[in-house]
């Protein structure tokens, strides 16, 4: 294992954008990794003694081990802590999970090289993995196409579909595609259906706001008009505070974590933001049916309680490059705070990629990717295994991750392990978008949207960069109208993700329970087959921005079948979840003494409207009263006993209350 260390030194971390063009190989991160900092796995009997000597957060720079204190005073340590913040809640599985093992160790770069201090580490018995702190950048210099204040005002006045009132649904062939968008001097470029099935699928649900998916991505707009009701928020926290009212280690996170900089303010505005973030978010859960705007996948209908919500995670902010470190916290963040559905459109290049474009391809197999990023690994399993509840409507997590933009034969890693979704992109007409990646380790695929294909059709009225992309929420400053166009694979992954909400939605409607690798099952499973329009060639324009010119070009088709998935339907996808899944039912309840735990017991039951009343045999035991919709369970003296829960229909369950000292929950269900 230690041995194999050193081959994540020689890799890039890539953020696959709306935009596949990077000016020259100076657009990538100067340095891989940052070189005063290593990520290290101690051995638990070493963690417990830095943890006694008060090295968590603190810049004291000893452990109490000897050997391990001689390495730490040789290189020059300036401090160590904790890559996860102690969240008392989840404290329990973070260590079940190995996560609390994992340390910064910072130290002075210009009296140790980062190399040489991996290699002291890793020969330590008290070590167990060692990481470099990766660079994190974006590749790409393009911004997004706006969409103009004056045909935002054009649109608003015309005749809108009947499915939502949003005016820009017309627009949106991604959601709904009845194969009239894109045609010009008899030639057609969509086919019907060519969507994620959106029309279907809102008949049984439009999103249900219990869902919560984490958008991994720049600041999101959260003020924005259209998505401001469906952003995730923390009532626990106050916005902007520099307390951290709720003890999960993070001050003022209200809407998410900006883990670019470490507080809980998110931003979107800085000038070098392109509006990926806001971008993404729209096309998951942007209010529908609120007559402004777009519609969305998992948006709502208007109604109280609909639409998904979205987790703001920010690993990105303007010109100024992350690193791994964020990107494992907000991994674990968004599943100690309740998300089920990881939204990653970002990834490293593929191992098939062309180095002279990329300037270096990634891990080649899982098994070199585990090897080559074992905190990064090790995050993404606590995601899966511990997002969601095994009493809620989802146990564990699921992550889902843009495929790349690299015109190659694999997708990119972490998303090309099997655990995990790769998302690929397509046109209009399901053919390949020009740009994606395929192949090994893709998964299925969505619209992304294909400017190259659409070039002849630009005219008058519409810019470069319009037709056949896919339209979303942006910001402000990217954006006069707050609308605008991208494309790639970032842009096809939030499809995954929207479509994946809807579904634990509309299981949440039906009061069944689901593993994760139920649902991702179901979700491949229903998918459409789309190879059978990978016929001859196709022909596209290359657009080269530096010169301003043209560049025809064509794809020959038979080399994707087979290597995109099928077509995502998210008709398709919440038909199987009806047939599928367990019935669930009331749990059973661990509470501490003097402590409470809150349940909604309509999550248990099926029927609209429902009220209930609550049986405990022995009250000296625990006690229940109601709040609101929910039921809060008190703990009064250890010991356990039986109880019973009816609706108002008559049916009625029983379950187990147990109450003991120092029971770790985190006072809800």
Not at 117 to 134: E, P
Not at 265 to 282: E, L, N, P, Q
Not at 499 to 514: D, E, M, R, T, W
């Amino acid at each position: 294992m230690k041995s194999r260390l050193f081959y994540i030194l020689t890799l890039l971390l890539l953020f696959n954008s709306c935009s596949r063009y990077v000016e020259s190989s100076a657009e990538l991160a100067p340095a891989p990794y940052t070189e005063d900092e290593l990520l290290v796995k101690f051995t638990p009997q070493v963690a417990a003694l830095i943890s006694e000597a008060g090295l968590d957060g603190s810049r004291v720079t000893r452990s109490g081990d000897i050997e391990l204190d001689e390495v730490l005073e040789a290189i020059s340590t300036c401090s160590i802590e904790r890559v996860f913040t102690v969240d008392s809640s989840a404290e329990e599985r973070t260590v079940e999970s190995g996560l609390n093992l994992w340390y910064v160790v910072r130290f002075d770069s210009s009296k140790s090289a980062v190399e040489d201090v991996a290699r002291r580490f890793a020969r330590l018995g008290q070590v167990q993995k060692v990481d470099v702190n990766r660079t994190v950048k974006r590749n790409y210099t393009h911004r997004a196409v706006p969409l103009s204040q004056e045909r935002l005002e054009k649109a608003v006045s015309a005749t809108t579909r009947a499915d939502m009132s949003d005016p820009l649904l017309p627009a949106q062939w991604n959601l709904i595609n009845r194969g009239d968008h894109f045609i010009k001097d008899g030639v057609v470029k969509s086919v019907k259906d060519a969507d994620v099935q959106c029309q279907g699928a809102w008949q049984k649900s439009t999103g249900d706001s219990s869902v919560i998916v984490a958008v991994l991505d720049e600041g999101i707009f959260v003020e924005h008009p259209d998505l401001l009701p469906n952003m995730w928020i923390n009532e626990g926290e106050t916005l902007r505070s520099n307390i951290d009212a709720d003890g999960n280690g993070y001050k003022g996170d209200v809407y998410g974590y900006n883990f670019v900089h470490q507080s809980g303010k998110i931003v979107w505005d800085d000038v070098y933001d392109s509006g990926h973030g806001t971008h993404v978010a729209g096309v998951i859960s942007a209010v529908n049916n609120n007559g402004i705007g777009i519609s969305s996948i998992a948006g709502g209908d208007g109604s109280e309680g609909s639409g998904v919500k979205i987790m703001c995670c920010q690993i990105f902010s303007g010109n100024v490059a992350t690193s791994i470190l964020s990107t494992v916290r907000a991994i674990k963040y968004a599943a100690d705070n309740g998300a089920v559905v990881l939204q990653c459109s970002w990834g490293y290049v593929s191992p098939c990629a062309n180095v002279y474009d990329w300037g270096a391809a990634g891990f080649g197999s899982k098994e070199e990717w585990i090897a080559g990023s074992p905190l990064e690994r090790e995050a993404l399993e606590y995601f899966t295994h511990y997002a969601g509840s095994a009493n809620g409507t989802v146990e564990g997590g699921i992550a889902v991750f843009a495929g790349g933009n690299e015109s190659a034969a694999a997708a990119g890693f972490p998303g090309a392990a099997e655990e995990y979704i790769s998302v690929a992109a397509t046109a209009a007409d399901f053919t390949p978008a020009v740009y994606t990646n395929y192949g090994t380790g893709t998964t299925i695929s969505a619209p992304g949207g294909d400017q190259d294909y659409y070039y002849e059709y630009v005219d008058q009225n519409h810019n470069y960069g319009e037709v056949g992309c896919i339209l979303s929420t942006l910001p402000y400053h990217v954006s006069e109208s707050g609308y605008g166009y991208m494309e790639g694979t970032s842009m096809a992954c939030p499809h995954i993700s929207g479509v994946l909400a809807l579904g634990i939605s509309y299981a949440a409607q039906l009061n069944k329970h689901f593993t994760a690798a139920e649902l991702q099952k179901l979700l491949v499973q229903s998918a459409v087959d789309i190879d059978s329009y990978f016929v001859g060639t196709k022909r596209y324009c290359r657009y080269v921005a530096d010169i301003g010119t043209i560049q025809p070009m064509q794809l020959d088709m038979a080399q994707y079948r087979g290597g995109m998935g099928g077509q995502v339907n998210a008709t398709a996808f919440l038909a199987a979840i009806e047939g599928n899944g367990v019935d669930m039912r009331f749990p059973n309840i661990y509470v501490a003494t003097e402590g409470q735990v809150a349940v909604l017991p309509a999550r248990y039951f099926k029927g609209e409207n429902l009220s209930f009343t609550v049986t405990i045999a022995d009250t000296s035991v625990a006690t229940v009263e109601k709040s609101g919709s929910k039921l809060l369970f008190k703990g009064v003296k250890s010991g356990s006993t039986t109880a019973t829960i009816t609706a108002s229909t008559g049916s009625s369950q029983s379950f187990t209350i147990t109450v003991r000292r120092g029971a770790n929950d985190n006072g809800w269900l």
